[in-house]
């Protein structure tokens, strides 16, 4: 959704007052071999989503290239990805047969936002709760996964820290994201018998929202828009998508 952009007249102002930043749609190929690989490791998936940005950019490539994305894979067809980056992407960087790519510039979307625009909004987020010091529920900094009730609380919270007035939220268990990280130490190559290791597996818990709301802050939520909401960013959530919505009546 958040490929569709919200129509509104551009100003001077306005452009010069939103930083840039672009939407990259990839319709992806199934049946291509490295795409079969990526979505089954959430780790390699962001690094195939990483490498459409500039090399060399520091510590923290993601967040200086402004890089979120999500899988969508709920519905009929094949799966999408949708990639946001504040950096022009280079979709020539992906195999070939790889995916059917559509890049939008998203300022039309970001300065359209005003103060009761009605919105329809779908978000991944990675719906836990650290534990604290004190906790009875777990380890200190352990994260607790999030369910029904407790889960859409999560997210009206942090919904309304971005600026949305919530009307509706519809939840469902977003597709399993599991990533496999590189080994800590390799193998001896002149050991014999089971020597060989695995990569440990890393499972991220995450919930799917959809729904209506109304931009009460804009500032505020072109701030989530552009920098993404929770945890959990470089395994596919945080990525706030937008859509225009028919008023009542």
């Not at 080994?183 to 001896?188: E, H, K, L």
Request: some cysteine.
């Amino acid at each position: 959704m958040n490929s569709i952009a919200i129509p509104a007249t551009r100003t001077a102002h306005d452009e010069e007052s939103v930083p840039q930043a672009w939407l990259t749609r990839l319709v992806l190929n199934p049946s291509h071999r490295q795409v079969h690989r990526d979505l089954g490791n959430t780790a390699a998936l962001h690094r195939r989503v990483m490498s459409l940005v500039p090399d060399n950019l520091g510590d923290s490539p993601r967040a200086a290239a402004g890089v979120l994305f999500r899988l969508d894979t709920d519905r009929v067809g094949p799966p999408v990805l949708l990639v946001q980056t504040q950096v022009a992407p280079d979709t020539g960087r992906l195999p070939n047969g790889y995916a059917e790519t559509r890049t939008r510039d998203m300022t039309p979307m970001l300065t359209a936002l005003r103060p009761g625009l009605p919105v329809r909004y779908r978000f991944v987020g990675n719906t836990v709760r650290r534990c604290g010091r004190n906790s009875t529920a777990g380890s200190w900094k352990q994260a607790i996964p999030l369910h029904d009730e407790d889960a859409v609380q999560w997210w009206a919270d942090r919904a309304s820290a971005a600026g949305l007035t919530l009307h509706s939220a519809l939840t469902s268990a977003s597709a399993p994201m599991t990533a496999y990280q590189a080994p800590t130490a390799r193998p001896d190559a002149n050991s014999t018998g089971t020597s060989r290791r695995q990569n440990p597996r890393v499972p991220y818990t995450a919930t799917l929202f959809e729904g209506t709301a109304a931009v009460r802050e804009p500032a505020e939520l072109r701030t989530a828009l552009l920098a993404g909401i929770g945890r959990g960013k470089s395994y596919g959530c945080g990525l706030l998508s937008l859509a225009p919505a028919l008023q009542d009546g």
